[in-house]
């Protein structure tokens, strides 16, 4: 079973931590864009109001960016007309624009998360984590004539090649704790659920034997992860009972939590994210909350409505309200996110302390389907490498790639040009001097530059 960075296993750990520990990075896709009015604050630099749908990250708020005038303009229609919604989730992690196809002859480019997966991802159990809320689709037509595969993908590992993303937390979660051969983590499955044990009975006495060898700041980290990866596996076995005892048998097999509890499922998956980041088990992960287009409705906060349907609002300000509540539940769900990753302690400092956590959607006001000015988040200090705490403001059309090709240098994987870039980010590193923002929003939803 993958353990947690510990002392004992660094020299000196108390004063390198900083320096030596390994650096991650996530990519979160939430879909159908945001209620702009309520996400941008009216300044720039540090000390600015949070706006309605950031509230929920006031805890965190010294711990990322927020991010405006960022673009993903291969997302734009042009010729290929209709298809915002496969565009923007094709493009957001390539820059690429997408082949307008429902055939086979897909094609747009390689994600950055697969770019660093290979330059950096041998360095781990697993080159990358590819996680998601939706079923995986990689055939068939859906937006507009654009290909399933474009618009329930995030991860590409070649310009036809998508990674699918895995929707299922007990298949994840026997990938990270299994032992790696098939046929025996099945036979280890079955023996486990007959006797009702936990995978943790079957490293127990190791455990306990490593413990005895440790200082008491590490037995303390050993006992705290143990302790999540059993709550979660908990939390994982009550789905399943769930579905034994509430779903007919022809339909278990495509069962997932999500279809008793959406926020559950989220949450069980950005656990998973926590616990393969704290053992080291992989560096590069993404996370399609849910794909670009979904009309999901939320009745548990209070909006019974599809989301895709609500998006298209406009201008109703009821509509617009019934928006902001689901990108707050979002939000709330990645404050869930950035709070397991503050509370795991790695040397000196925490895990989201090394990491660079971009969250956000590949469209902005989703009823004009706009791929400019994206709701963008950058959470962590990637090893100190990031000045956190901000709003940070770029020119108008800046392409978001310039943004990965930030992250990959610091990252050890230094890229010269990805997708449309043109430089990277050097504000992300730099102190900004606080001030009024140069962008406003009208009641249109569109913004505007002040004169």
Not at 109 to 117: H, R, T
Not at 193 to 199: L, P, V
């Amino acid at each position: 079973m993958a353990l947690p960075a510990l002392e004992a296993m660094t020299p000196n750990v108390k004063a390198t931590a900083v320096k030596t520990a390994p650096r991650r990075t996530a990519f979160v896709y939430v879909p159908n864009g945001m209620n702009m009015a309520h996400w941008w604050p009216e300044t720039v630099g540090k000390g600015y109001e949070l706006p309605a749908i950031l509230k929920p990250l006031a805890a965190h708020r010294d711990d990322f960016n927020i991010m405006s005038g960022l673009a993903q303009v291969s997302g734009r229609g042009g010729p290929d007309g209709a298809g915002d919604h496969a565009r923007a989730n094709a493009t957001w992690l390539t820059g690429q624009r997408a082949r307008k196809t429902a055939g086979a002859d897909i094609q747009v480019g390689v994600s950055i998360d697969q770019v660093l997966a290979e330059k950096v991802g041998k360095q781990t159990r697993f080159n990358s984590l590819e996680l998601g809320c939706d079923k995986a689709r990689t055939a068939g037509a859906c937006d507009s004539g654009y290909s399933c595969a474009y618009q329930f993908n995030l991860a590409w590992k070649g310009p036809a090649t998508p990674m699918p993303p895995e929707a299922n937390p007990k298949l994840v979660f026997e990938r990270l704790f299994g032992n790696g051969a098939n046929a025996e983590e099945a036979a280890a499955r079955q023996k486990r659920e007959q006797y009702n044990r936990s995978i943790l009975d079957f490293v127990l006495e190791d455990a306990h034997a490593l413990k005895r060898e440790l200082g008491a700041t590490d037995r303390r980290k050993l006992d705290e992860y143990m302790t999540a990866v059993r709550e979660l596996e908990q939390r994982i076995q009550q789905a399943e009972k769930f579905k034994l005892a509430n779903i007919a048998p022809v339909a278990r097999k495509d069962f997932l939590p999500q279809d008793y509890s959406y926020e559950q499922h989220i949450r069980m998956m950005y656990d998973l994210m926590v616990l393969a980041f704290q053992s080291d088990s992989t560096r590069i992960a993404s996370f399609l909350v849910a794909h670009d287009g979904s009309n999901r409705s939320y009745p548990f906060i209070g909006v019974p409505d599809g989301h895709h349907d609500l998006s298209h609002h406009g201008g109703n300000a009821a509509k617009l309200d019934k928006i902001t509540k689901i990108n707050t539940f979002h939000t709330t769900q990645f404050a869930y996110f950035l709070d397991k990753l503050k509370s795991a302690k790695e040397g000196a400092g925490t895990l989201l302390d090394n990491c660079a956590i971009v969250f956000g959607s590949g469209l902005a006001d989703g009823n004009r389907h706009a791929h400019h000015d994206l709701p963008i988040i950058l959470a962590g200090r990637a090893g100190g490498t990031v000045k956190s705490g901000r709003s940070l403001e770029f020119k108008q059309e800046t392409p978001l790639c310039n943004l990965f090709v930030s992250l990959a240098e610091r990252m050890g994987a230094k890229v010269d040009k990805f997708g449309d870039s043109t430089g990277p980010l050097e504000a992300i590193a730099q102190n900004i001097e606080v001030g009024p923002r140069q962008l406003k929003l009208d009641s249109g939803s569109e913004w505007k530059r002040r004169i």
